[in-house]
T-cell receptor
Framework: AQSVAQPEDQVNVAEGNPLTVKCTYS??????LFWYVQYPNRGLQFLLK??????LVKGSYGFEAEFNKSQTSFHLKKPSALVSDSALYFC?????????????FGPGTRLSVLP | DAGVIQSPRHEVTEMGQEVTLRCKPI?????LFWYRQTMMRGLELLIY????????DSGMPEDRFSAKMPNASFSTLKIQPSEPRDSAVYFC???????????????FGPGTRLTVL
């Protein structure tokens, strides 16, 4: 069975500083990994995904994520945080060797960027 | 592109009443998902459809919940009778799908906030 952990419920960072939101996963086959962001009273928005190839994936709004197979991690990063990045962030995994459609979402990490 | 459309955006009802939530997926997407989000349980997958056929409904809480997809452009999630513990935000999502790939991201609607008094 696949699973996702986001070890931090809350991450606080000062505006202009780099940010990291952590994600680790467990899957039996090849991992397909995704990051989504949820702003207040909105649905989830896709940020980026890793399927294969370069371990560093670039996505929307200046975000990037690094796939690390040995550590089974897919941490979300941004070099310089903005106050507008404050939101709830979800990591998700799908087993790439199983054609079933289920994503498994992590519990979410609330990011607060302080001015 | 209009995105995934959900209605109503807010629903307040009394315990015991029937509630119907509606979803229109993005045109051309043939997978549709219903999720429920609460503070206590996070984001839970309730059911998903491929090509209008329910594939996995193991997340549906109990028989009071039912979902249908009569055609490629419309789905409903019905709760009958509703209970206060059903209060949550219900999201519909869609994605393109074919048997050779499972890497397509899902596109979420804005959600329906349900309050059962």
């Amino acid at each position: 069975a696949q699973s996702v952990a986001q070890p931090e419920d809350q991450v606080n960072v000062a505006e202009g500083n780099p940010l990291t939101v952590k994600c680790t996963y467990s899957v039996s086959g090849n991992p397909y990994l995704f990051w989504y962001v949820q702003y207040p009273n909105r649905g989830l928005q896709f940020l980026l995904k890793y399927i294969t190839g370069d371990n560093l994936v670039k996505g929307s709004y200046g975000f990037e994520a690094e796939f690390n197979k040995s550590q089974t991690s897919f941490h979300l990063k941004k070099p310089s945080a903005l106050v507008s990045d404050s939101a709830l962030y979800f990591c998700a995994v799908r087993d790439g060797d199983n054609y079933g459609q289920n994503f498994v979402f992590g519990p979410g990490t609330r990011l607060s960027v302080l001015p | 592109d209009a995105g995934v459309i959900q209605s109503p955006r807010h629903e307040v009802t009394e315990m015991g009443q029937e509630v119907t939530l509606r979803c229109k997926p993005i045109s051309g997407h043939n997978s549709l998902f219903w999720y429920r989000q609460t503070m206590m349980r996070g984001l839970e997958l309730l059911i998903y459809f491929n090509n209008n056929v329910p594939i996995d409904d193991s997340g549906m809480p109990e028989d009071r919940f039912s979902a249908k997809m009569p055609n490629a452009s419309f789905s409903t999630l019905k709760i009958q009778p509703s209970e206060p513990r059903d209060s949550a935000v219900y999201f519909c999502a869609s994605s393109p799908w074919d048997s050779s790939s499972s890497y397509n991201e899902q596109f979420f609607g804005p959600g329906t906030r349900l309050t059962v008094l």
